[in-house]
Each structure stands twice: as structure tokens, then as C-alpha cells.
């Protein structure tokens, strides 16, 4: 018989991936999401149940709609600057939605969770590639919501015995290799989809000098200058969290379990345009900004516990694999025009 599994923020970027990765392995899907990110043709063939996690009431009226056997969590709102100017609105969804859905999950008898938390709780790093054991001192409100549930999904597994994994990465890229989903945020705040926004509008006759694309500092102490991040593919963070899925249904993990997800190397933000300049076939240019306050240099994860542990492996480590599948997602898709125009 088929699982049936619960993907709480199914209809935006990263969940509405998720729900293709579970139908393609053959589990039962509903999704719940408020569509304030999302959107309801993202989740193809899945039922869609529109309801906020900050009502009990939506999240019952879920639970009894379905019986589910593992739910999973990408409906955290994300927006780091967000973040600082409204808190409130990050703490009741982030953290009070969250909850709600625990006690939900606990008024229902459902104990398997995944939860898509980031590398933000760590903050500042130490060193670099920053492992499960680098401590947590997250820097913004975003990054505090997300340690918050971390520590509470701890206490529940302590008290209640619910069985959950954390999972902790960077920065999600690319779209579906098939092209059935793909990359829409409003505001666009990833730097991929900005610079192939820019090749968009190049190609689409704009003027090269009048590029919309900014790079905040290039005087970094790193290579060429510019910051350097750690990008997953969107199908590998879906495969991970499959394995996850997998784990908690076999009764083999052990209270909240926590990995880090990473690509194993950094990118800079110039090696990234330089690959969309490739892939693209556009002369994409850049203004060069002032750096933004708190910007790390370099930002990378070690994912050496979830290669040990659940077996997972990137299958999209190169840049322009990744940059690729978002370009043809990009080019193909008529719903969402260049942010920047022409």
C-alpha cells in the first residue's frame, strides 16, 4: 500500500519539487500551502488543501481530510532582509505555524517528520566548509525561526518520541531536468534566476549597457573577488530528502536527526555569471556594488554525514548542469515574464 505523505508548503519553489520527486517514487501525495508564495498550478496532479499554518482549524480539517504517514515542511517564510524589517510576521509563521503543525501532528498520531531547515543557524562561520558540529548562532530573525523548531523537533522527540530529520543547506537552483517545475519567487532574491533574468532581457533586444544585475562587492578575500556560496540543485535536495523520508518510514532514525546538505564546492558570484554567460549564449553584464552588511565571504557546507548516513550524493555537482535546467525552464515558460523587462 502506498505512503502517503504530506508536503506542507507544496506549492512553492522547492516543495513543488518535492512532490514530483514522491510521485515519481511512487507515494501518495497531498499538499497543504496558503499560496501567499506558492501557486496552485505548481502541484500538477496532487490535492491541494489552501490553508495557513497559522490556523489549527485548516491544519485538522487537513489531517482528517488524509491519513498521512510522514509529513514534510518547506512552508517557512525565507526572506532574510524580510526578516529584520518584520519579525512578527516571521515568528508566527516560522515558528508559531510550526508548532501548530506539530500539535496537529500529534492530535492526528502522525510521528515521522522532515523538516527543511538551513544553513543560516549557523551564522557567521568559524571555518569553512561548516559541519552538523559548527555552532549555531544564527544572525537574523530567518535564521532564528528555523533553530527555534530545530531545538523544539529535539524536545519533542525527548518527550513525545516523534522521529524527525533537519536538514540544513544553502542555496536551492535550477528546475526540474524534465521541465515540470520550475523557479518563481516574488520578489526574485537568487542570484541564478536574477542573472538569467538579465540574459533574458538581452536576448530579448535589450540594452547591454543598461543592465539591471548588481553583484553587492567584489573585492572579497576570495578568488576573483565576489562571494562565494555553496548551490544544490533542486532535484538533488529533493532526492535528499527522500532518503530522509525513506529513513523515518524504515524506524531507523534516531529522535531529531539533523544534515547538512551541500554541493561539496563553492561558486562564486562571477563564476556564476560567467557559466550563464555560457550556457546562455549572452553577453551578460554587471554593475558592481558596495557589499551588503553581514555578506560572508564564503559560505560552504559539508554534507560528509548525509553521504555517510542516508547515502545521498549531489548527481548535479557542476555549475552549469544546474544553471542549464533553470535556462530551459526560463526560456520555455510563458507564465512568468522578465522581472527586468526589456
Known sequence: MKKTVLVVGGA???GSHMVLALQDAGYSVVVFDNLSCGFADAVGSAPLLVG????????DACFAAHSIDLVMHFAALAYVGESVTEPELYYQNNVVGALNL???????????????STCATYGEPDSVPIAETHPQRPINPYGRTKLMIEQALADYATAYGLQSVNLRYFNAAGCDPKGRAGERHDPETHLIPLVLAEALRVKRGGDLAETRLSVFGTDFPTADGSC??????????????????ERLL???????????????AGFSVLEVIAACREVTGQPIRYRAMPPRAGD??????????AAEVLGWQPAYADLRQIIATA????EASSRTPCPFGR
Request: charged fraction near 20%; hydrophobic fraction near 50%.
Open 52 to 59: 495557513d499554518l497559522r490556523s489549527p482549524a485548516d491544519l
Open 102 to 116: 506539530l500539535a496537529t501532528m500529534r492530535r492526528h498520531g502522525v510521528g515521522r517528520l522532515v523538516f527543511s
Open 228 to 245: 562565494v556560496r555553496d548551490y544544490i540543485h533542486v532535484a538533488d535536495l529533493c532526492s535528499a530528502h527522500l532518503l530522509a523520508a
Open 250 to 264: 524504515a524506524d531507523k532514525a534516531q529522535g531529531a536527526e539533523v544534515y547538512n546538505l551541500a554541493n561539496g
Open 296 to 305: 560572508p565571504a564564503v559560505l560552504i557546507g559539508d554534507a560528509g554525514k
Open 12 to 14: 512553492g519553489y522547492i
Open 327 to 330: 535556462w530551459r525552464w526560463v
